[in-house]
Nanobody, 126 residues
């Protein structure tokens, strides 16, 4: 499995960005994909996630409190994942990572439960 993020950049406060996670090699064991972010000196934070397993949770979405109402996570038929971020704030500045989870159990924001990570894309809001 390989995940590659793109779409980051510098934007003014109040602006929007759409992050892209190009996914390849995903298997049927992947049950959750998510976006995380990490600012310098801060812990990695769950931004949003979407359930991808073949169960009753398929398509469910989850959002962190700090982005609720400003972010939308989605996937396309190719398995690529997107994060639309609107009304960006300076505190959204961070490296954004996409990740895939093959394990079951745990909360969607528990980053240590995710198996595969991209290298990240920088988002800077000023």
């Amino acid at each position: 499995v390989q995940l590659v993020e793109s779409g980051g950049g510098s934007v003014q406060a109040g602006g929007s960005l759409k992050l892209v996670c190009a996914a390849s090699g995903l298997t049927s064991s992947t049950n959750l994909m998510g976006w995380f972010r990490q600012a310098p000196g801060q812990r990695r934070e769950g931004v949003a996630a979407i359930a991808t397993g073949a169960d009753r949770l398929y398509g469910n979405t989850y959002y962190g409190d700090s982005v609720q109402g400003r972010a939308t996570i989605s996937r396309d038929n190719s398995g690529n994942m997107y994060l639309q971020m609107d009304r960006l704030k300076p505190e959204d500045t961070a490296i954004y990572y996409c990740a895939a989870r093959n394990k079951y159990g745990g909360y969607w924001y528990q980053y240590d439960r995710f198996d595969v990570w991209g290298r990240g894309t920088q988002v800077t809001v000023s």
